[in-house]
Nanobody, 115 residues
């Protein structure tokens, strides 16, 4: 069992930056797929950024060039650096780790982009 705790969300003005962290209670190096997802009110949860097999990185088209996903296996932490934030980035952000037979989600952290 792995517990994931997100932090770093908040209220930011358009054009601002935030860094989200996802701290895992155990090692994340065993998971083949780690990522960030988000869900805005009335919308389905959508992929934001993922790391697969430690090397393959994928971003949603809407965040390419603005968001950066990274991992620190020594700290069992996944990060999402978000720059040039836009109002449409407003959502609850969730981290996820997956390997066959195990799929874990954090509780989410709210990101609100508004002037």
């Amino acid at each position: 069992q792995v517990q994931l705790v997100e932090s770093g969300g908040g209220l930011v003005q358009p054009g601002g930056s935030l860094r989200l962290s996802c701290a895992a209670s155990g090692s994340i190096s065993r998971f083949v797929h780690m990522g960030w997802y988000r869900q805005a009110p009335g919308n389905e949860r959508e992929l934001v950024a993922t790391i697969s097999l430690g090397t393959r990185i994928n971003y949603a088209d809407s965040v390419k060039g603005r968001f950066t996903i990274s991992e620190d296996n020594a700290r069992n932490t996944l990060y999402l650096q978000m720059n040039n934030l836009k109002p449409e980035d407003t959502a609850v952000y969730y981290c996820n780790v997956y390997k066959p037979g195990s799929n874990y989600w954090g509780q989410g952290t709210q990101v609100t982009v508004s002037s």
